[in-house]
């Protein structure tokens, strides 16, 4: 019985047989070191590991300006889905330098025929040829109408869900990225004409439009419908027009809004329309032709909006 209770005593380990108060005292905060071998905490006294699997998240290297951390840093590109490969993949490039600098002449050729592997690698499916197609376009139409990242990222997750579905087979790259740009604008609420879009594509605008009522069918997605007032800051800052314009025309639209006429109207009409509103209450001088030219839609249109406007809201503009 003696020996069960000394065997026991002897199998105990120190953290059964001291307690917290104990442990405290015995391993002052100072006395405990990080061994970098085993990757514990240590206490110096009582030789007691703390904690043991120690994860060090810092870097092996020093740097001690901006410069140097920057340049010896050796983490990736985030994940972005306008990738085909989400940014996944090793890229080598063509500086035949190694990571400290140094050139590798020698190694020249190998660096080719190991660049040209990696560039055959990373394409391999034909889901991953449609996806490097598909960014490559996507990439060149947000460039050209200077869209913001995260539209394009959020254009690229659109498409890449189009594609999971099948929606691609049998139709037209260059449409279907096209019409996730435009549902992207406007799923962000930023003010986009399917005109715009279509101008700067290689497809036709029945087409994006065809592949933009699919897109919002099979994706179930639901997009409220484009606001008049999003257009206002636009058409008033390519006109050149002060601050005071944009505020009076959104509050037009916001009083016709309450009267129910813009219902079934196109918005950049309506907010041409507004602008034009504005400046006569205002006393700024801009012809409708003008208006209408920077809004993209026709003097006609500009001209009927602005009398409905007149009619509904019962107010006359001094002269």
Same mark, same amino acid.
């Given at each position: 019985m003696f020996l069960e209770e000394e065997s026991s005593q002897a199998n105990s380990s120190p953290e059964q047989s001291l307690?917290?108060?104990?442990?405290?005292?015995?391993c002052p905060p100072d006395k405990v070191v990080y061994d970098v071998a085993r990757s514990e905490y240590v206490c110096l006294e009582t030789g007691e590991v703390i904690e043991d699997r120690v994860i060090d998240d810092r870097a092996e290297w020093r740097a001690f300006t901006p410069e @140097?951390?920057?340049?010896?840093?050796?983490?990736? %590109?985030?994940?972005?889905?306008? &990738?085909h490969d989400m940014g996944f993949s090793t890229v080598i490039d063509y500086m035949n330098r190694d990571a400290s600098g140094k050139?590798?002449?020698?190694?020249?050729?190998?660096?080719?025929?190991?660049?040209?592997?990696?560039?055959?690698?990373?394409v391999l499916t034909s889901i991953e040829r449609n996806l490097v197609q598909a960014?490559?376009?996507?990439?060149?139409?947000?460039?050209?109408?200077?869209?913001?990242?995260?539209i394009r990222e959020e254009a690229a997750r659109?498409?890449? @869900?189009?594609?999971?579905?099948?929606?691609?087979? %049998?139709?037209?790259?260059?449409? &279907?990225?096209?019409?996730?740009?435009?549902l992207a604008c406007r799923i962000r609420k930023l003010p986009r004409t399917l005109d715009e879009i279509?101008?700067?594509?290689?497809?036709?605008?029945?087409d994006i439009a065809r592949c933009y009522r699919l897109l919002?069918?099979?994706?179930?997605?639901?997009?409220?419908?484009?606001?008049?007032?999003?257009?206002?800051?636009?058409?008033?800052?390519?006109?050149g027009l002060p601050g005071s314009v944009v505020k009076v025309?959104?509050?037009?639209?916001?009083?016709a809004r309450e009267y129910g006429i813009t219902g079934g109207k196109d918005p950049v009409g309506l907010a041409a329309a507004a602008v034009y509103f504005a400046c006569e209450k205002l006393g700024i001088e801009r012809p409708q032709k003008e208006i209408a030219s920077v809004a993209g839609v026709t003097e006609v249109t500009v001209r009927n909006r602005y009398k409905e406007l007149i009619e509904a809201l019962s107010i006359k503009i001094e002269e």
């Open positions: 307690t917290s108060s104990e442990k405290e005292d015995k @140097e951390e920057e340049k010896r840093a050796r983490t990736g %590109g985030p994940i972005t889905p306008t &990738v050139s590798l002449i020698n190694k020249r050729y190998q660096l080719s025929k190991l660049r040209k592997w990696q560039a055959r690698t990373r960014m490559n376009e996507l990439d060149r139409l947000t460039a050209l109408m200077n869209l913001p990242s995260y659109i498409y890449r @869900e189009a594609v999971e579905k099948g929606l691609v087979r %049998g139709r037209s790259i260059e449409g &279907v990225v096209a019409a996730a740009i435009y279509a101008e700067y594509s290689r497809v036709e605008r029945k919002l069918r099979e994706l179930s997605i639901k997009v409220s419908t484009a606001d008049p007032a999003d257009f206002v800051p636009r058409i008033a800052h390519a006109l025309a959104i509050e037009i639209l916001k009083e």
